[in-house]
């Protein structure tokens, strides 16, 4: 009889730009305040590049210190999945700059677009090729750089206050001991594509003719994030819990064995109503969004990371990793560290 692979994160890293922008900053360029957005989102801050950094950049830095806390090398794995919405060209991928830029050998790699859900999914597509056999060793990151692609007038002002630059990595490995109980337990992905246009970016695009971006789509400022936030929150403070439930029981682990519930970190009303409507304790819940705002695909990587370093996840507990975001997509991922 064979025993399964199974995959576990064997190395952590995060990177967000140093120049930081505070609400009061945001209320000097459009008609907002600090005390709007702490009440609505809990954001205090959050960090922006200062053009001296692409996003390859903060994938590099977040890569090189995932690889390190793993002790491996770039030469040493065998591909990289590279969850973005904000590429920084049309193509290639971020994926690219970055294989270039870590010195990698000619192994694989591709973005993937899944949005505030697109670690958890690069995490799932990570876990499978591991589990069937194909690679040992695959870089998993999370990167956006947001503040170049909003709208920093009344108009965008409800995106805007929300969205932070930032990546975060973690190393995928296959757990060769099977006396090791660590690695992923389960992982569920769902999507709704019916709202893809509650929460999304218009233009330029490919289904337009005859050019993909046009003068009047400029003015209209079709490039600039559009959201009907109260739809979105609604449907996130639904799919959450019912996702992190299915989860629970594809693991077989009971909800309050669970020691540290990661969520998405887009706002953190949704995710204290989730924790309250689940009967999660605060404690087990820790956010970020204070300091970053909502970084999209890299919010729960860096997450990750913080909790990691500073030693909230020993061996041996369990972590549930839960997001919601544009598409409509949803995941949650369950390991035991
Ligand atoms: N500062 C001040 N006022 C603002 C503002 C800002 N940055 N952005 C919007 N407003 C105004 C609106 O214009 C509106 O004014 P009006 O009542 O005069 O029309 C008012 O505040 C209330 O807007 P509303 O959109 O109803 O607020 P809300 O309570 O729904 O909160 C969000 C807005 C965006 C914080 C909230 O809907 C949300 O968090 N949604 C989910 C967003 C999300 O998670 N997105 C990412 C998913 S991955």
Known sequence: ???????????????????VVTNHDL??????????????????????????ETPMDLALHAS??????????????????LATLSPQHEFPGTSFFLHHALGVPEIPCFDLRAQCSGFLYSLATADAFIRSGQMRRVLVVGCEVHSTGLEFTDRGRDTAVLFGDGAGAVVVEANPDADDRSGLLAIRMHAQGEHGKKLWIEAPGSSYYPERFTQEMFDAGAHYPRMEGRFVFKHAVTR???????????????????DLFLFHQANLRINEFVAQ???????????NIERFGNCSAASIPMLLDEVVRAGRLRKGQLVAMTAFGAGFTWATAIARW
């Open 240 to 258: 959450m819990p019912e996702v992190l439930r299915e989860t629970l029981d594809a693991a077989g682990i009971k909800q309050d064995d669970v």
């Open 64 to 81: 090189r210190r995932a690889l390190d806390a793993a002790g491996v090398g770039p030469d040493e794995i065998d591909a990289i999945v």
């Open 277 to 287: 409507s689940l009967g999660i304790p605060p404690a087990k819940c820790p956010s």
């Open 27 to 52: 209320a000097q360029r459009m008609n907002t305040s600090d005390e709007w957005i702490r009440q609505r989102s809990g954001i205090a801050e959050r960090r922006h590049v200062d053009g001296s």
């Open 1 to 19: 009889m064979t025993t399964a692979i199974r995959s576990r994160i064997t190395g952590t890293g995060m990177y967000v730009p140093e120049r």
